[in-house]
Every structure is written in structure tokens, then in C-alpha cells.
């Protein structure tokens, strides 16, 4: 998907990128969900983000040539870093998560990365302002309820811990990526990242004992994992760089919200999971703080510090 160049893009093409990112980034939970059954969450996640950096490296090639991927080293070590956190760190933890918590309890607590990133804001001194800080203790009280009770019955300690620290690696990658040198195409940059992310995985699997046995997995498994590498990590993407160039970013970033309630849906719809008082009361907290600090930051912002807002929001959901 690319910007109109004729004119100014319209309202249902900016709705319809935005229902892409909805939709496609809310159900990926679901499809981690159904992929696991059959294929070890590291090793899943390695094909998924290496296949599709692959692809997304043939694009550029195809369309731009060689020039496309013109980075120098200080570039690719940054999206390599950021490859490492968000991929093999954030989204490979949330696959490890998801055998232990539902696919709904992983995205309500996912959904606490813009909290994290006013926290890290914070450490690096710049104060974020009242209202902000407020959105966060609300938001944070929220994880905190989901934390403490679990959220369902299936549900244990060691995927609520899991996920948390997956957050904060996701939080990280996305914190850093605004700081430290990057390529100059975003597209360039992400396929170093799913590149460099999706071999990580493949030697964190490996050092962990998983093991790919093809006889085993299900026509469900591949089936997920060909919607996440097309749908989640292609289309979805491209839909979500398109938004940051034609759309406002405090309408972007609503996805930060949107995404556990589709998640909550599909995995009730789809898998049976079962959705709790404090699951919908834990999770109206986080979205009502993070809902919060995204329509605080919006005011604050000036036009000289779009672009690297952008880079972060960008990044924090690949």
C-alpha cells in the first residue's frame, strides 16, 4: 500500500489501513495461539520473521534495487538491536507466554508497551506531564489487577511473568529505535530487523531444546504461520507505515487499545477462552490509562519531534 500521490488520501482509505491494523495485529495473538499447538514458539516465530524479512528484502530489490538497502554499519547494528528486542525478545517471549496464559490475557497485558514507554521517557529525564503520569499509575493498576488474579483459571505465574518481561523488551526495542542510528527507509529497517530477529530466535530455540518434528505439525499451524508471515507481518505493516505518513498519530496510535479487545474476542469465539470479571475490569484500567497518556502526548507534541515519535510508535507492535 502506498500514498496517493494525486491527492490527499481519503477518509476510507485511512479507515481502511486502520481496520487492516485493527484487525490483523489484534487476531495475531490468536494465530501465535494456534501455531504453538504444533510447532515450538521460538522456532515458530524464527520462520515467521525470517521468511517475511526475506520477502520484504525481495521487494525492495524488485521495486528500488540495491539502493533500497543502502545502510552503513552503525545503521544496521541499530535495527539489528531493535530487531533483537522487539522480535527475538518481545514477540518470541509473548509466543513462550501463550503456552502458559490465554491469547486474551497475553494482548491485555501487551497492551501496557505505552505505559513502559513513558516509564523509560522518564529514566532518560524527560518529564512527561501530569496527566500522562496519571494515565500511568492507571494504566499500571490495571496490570497489576491482572497480575495478581491471574486473570483465568488456565492461566499461571510463569506466562503473567513472561509476557511482562516480553513488554518491557518490546518497550525497549521501541524506546531505543528513536535513539540510535537507523536506516533511512523504515522498510530497510524492518527487514533487518525481522531478519536479524528471526535467526536470533532460531539459536535461542535451538539453545533451549525446541525441536521442529514436520511430521507433527497440524495443517492449522502452517496455516497460522503463512496468515502471520503474510497478513501480520506484511500487509498489517505496511498498512501501519502507510498510516504514520497520511494519517495523525494520536488516530494511529489507537491501536494500542483496540488490539486486546479484538484479541479478547477472537481467542473467546475461536479457542473458548474464558473471559473473567477481573480480566474485563483489569483490562478497561489498562485501556482507559493508555487511552489517556496517547490523547496527552498528542497535545504535547510539536511538529519538529514527529519523526521520532513516529519511529517509536512505529515499532512498538511488529
Same mark, same amino acid.
Given at each position: 500500500?502506498?500514498?496517493? @500521490?494525486?491527492?490527499?488520501?481519503?477518509?476510507?482509505?485511512?479507515?481502511?489501513?486502520?481496520?487492516?491494523? *485493527?484487525?490483523?495485529?489484534?487476531?495475531? *495473538?490468536?494465530?501465535?495461539?494456534?501455531?504453538?499447538?504444533?510447532?515450538?514458539?521460538?522456532?515458530?516465530?524464527?520462520?515467521?520473521?525470517?521468511?517475511?524479512?526475506?520477502?520484504? #528484502?525481495?521487494? +525492495?530489490? +524488485?521495486?528500488?534495487?540495491?539502493?533500497?538497502? @543502502?545502510?552503513?554499519?552503525?545503521?544496521?547494528?541499530?535495527? &539489528?538491536?531493535?530487531?533483537? +528486542?522487539?522480535?527475538?525478545?518481545?514477540?518470541?517471549?509473548?509466543?513462550?507466554?501463550?503456552?502458559?496464559?490465554?491469547?486474551?490475557?497475553?494482548?491485555?497485558?501487551?497492551?501496557?508497551?505505552?505505559?513502559?514507554?513513558?516509564?523509560?521517557?522518564?529514566?532518560?529525564?524527560?518529564?512527561?506531564?501530569?496527566?500522562?503520569?496519571?494515565?500511568?499509575?492507571?494504566?499500571?493498576?490495571?496490570?497489576?489487577?491482572?497480575?495478581? @488474579?491471574?486473570?483465568?483459571?488456565?492461566?499461571?505465574?510463569?506466562?503473567?511473568?513472561?509476557?511482562?518481561?516480553?513488554?518491557?523488551?518490546?518497550?525497549?526495542?521501541?524506546?531505543?529505535?528513536?535513539?540510535?542510528?537507523?536506516?533511512?527507509?523504515?522498510?530497510?529497517?524492518?527487514?533487518?530487523?525481522? #531478519?536479524?530477529?528471526?535467526?536470533?530466535?532460531?539459536? #535461542?530455540?535451538?539453545?533451549?531444546?525446541?525441536?521442529?518434528?514436520?511430521?507433527?505439525?497440524?495443517?492449522?499451524?502452517?496455516?497460522?504461520?503463512?496468515?502471520?508471515?503474510? &497478513?501480520?507481518?506484511?500487509?498489517? *505493516?505496511?498498512?501501519?507505515?502507510?498510516? +504514520?505518513?497520511?494519517?495523525?498519530?494520536?488516530?494511529?496510535?489507537?491501536?494500542?487499545?483496540?488490539?486486546?479487545?479484538?484479541?479478547?474476542?477472537?481467542?473467546?469465539?475461536?479457542?473458548?477462552?474464558?473471559?473473567?470479571?477481573?480480566?474485563?475490569?483489569?483490562?478497561?484500567?489498562?485501556?482507559?490509562?493508555?487511552?489517556?497518556?496517547?490523547? @496527552?502526548?498528542?497535545?504535547?507534541?510539536?511538529?519538529?519531534?514527529?519523526?521520532?515519535?513516529?519511529?517509536?510508535?512505529?515499532?512498538?507492535?511488529?
Amino acid at each position: 500500500m502506498g500514498p496517493d @500521490t494525486t491527492d490527499t488520501p481519503r477518509s476510507w482509505q485511512i479507515w481502511g489501513a486502520l481496520t487492516i491494523v *485493527y484487525i490483523v495485529w489484534g487476531s495475531t *495473538y490468536l494465530g501465535i495461539m494456534v501455531v504453538i499447538e504444533t510447532i515450538p514458539p521460538m522456532l515458530g516465530g524464527a520462520m515467521r520473521f525470517t521468511i517475511a524479512g526475506l520477502l520484504l #528484502v525481495g521487494f +525492495l530489490l +524488485l521495486r528500488h534495487g540495491r539502493s533500497a538497502l @543502502t545502510m552503513n554499519r552503525r545503521q544496521f547494528g541499530g535495527a &539489528a538491536l531493535v530487531g533483537l +528486542l522487539l522480535l527475538a525478545g518481545g514477540n518470541g517471549m509473548v509466543a513462550v507466554a501463550q503456552q502458559h496464559i490465554s491469547s486474551g490475557m497475553a494482548a491485555l497485558l501487551v497492551a501496557s508497551i505505552p505505559l513502559l514507554l513513558v516509564v523509560m521517557r522518564v529514566m532518560a529525564r524527560d518529564r512527561p506531564s501530569l496527566l500522562t503520569t496519571v494515565g500511568v499509575l492507571i494504566g499500571f493498576s490495571g496490570v497489576a489487577l491482572l497480575a495478581l @488474579t491471574g486473570g483465568t483459571g488456565d492461566d499461571d505465574g510463569i506466562g503473567v511473568v513472561v509476557i511482562l518481561l516480553a513488554s518491557v523488551s518490546w518497550a525497549l526495542g521501541s524506546f531505543l529505535s528513536g535513539r540510535m542510528p537507523m536506516p533511512s527507509s523504515p522498510l530497510a529497517a524492518s527487514a533487518v530487523e525481522m #531478519v536479524v530477529g528471526g535467526l536470533a530466535m532460531i539459536v #535461542v530455540g535451538a539453545a533451549v531444546g525446541e525441536r521442529l518434528d514436520l511430521a507433527s505439525v497440524s495443517g492449522a499451524s502452517w496455516t497460522a504461520l503463512a496468515y502471520l508471515i503474510g &497478513a501480520g507481518s506484511l500487509i498489517a *505493516y505496511t498498512s501501519y507505515i502507510w498510516l +504514520l505518513q497520511n494519517a495523525p498519530i494520536s488516530l494511529v496510535a489507537t491501536y494500542a487499545y483496540v488490539n486486546p479487545v479484538v484479541a479478547v474476542i477472537l481467542g473467546m469465539l475461536i479457542l473458548n477462552e474464558t473471559l473473567t470479571t477481573q480480566m474485563v475490569l483489569g483490562g478497561l484500567v489498562i485501556v482507559v490509562g493508555v487511552a489517556l497518556v496517547v490523547s @496527552t502526548e498528542r497535545t504535547r507534541r510539536r511538529p519538529a519531534a514527529a519523526a521520532p515519535v513516529k519511529r517509536q510508535e512505529e515499532l512498538s507492535h511488529s
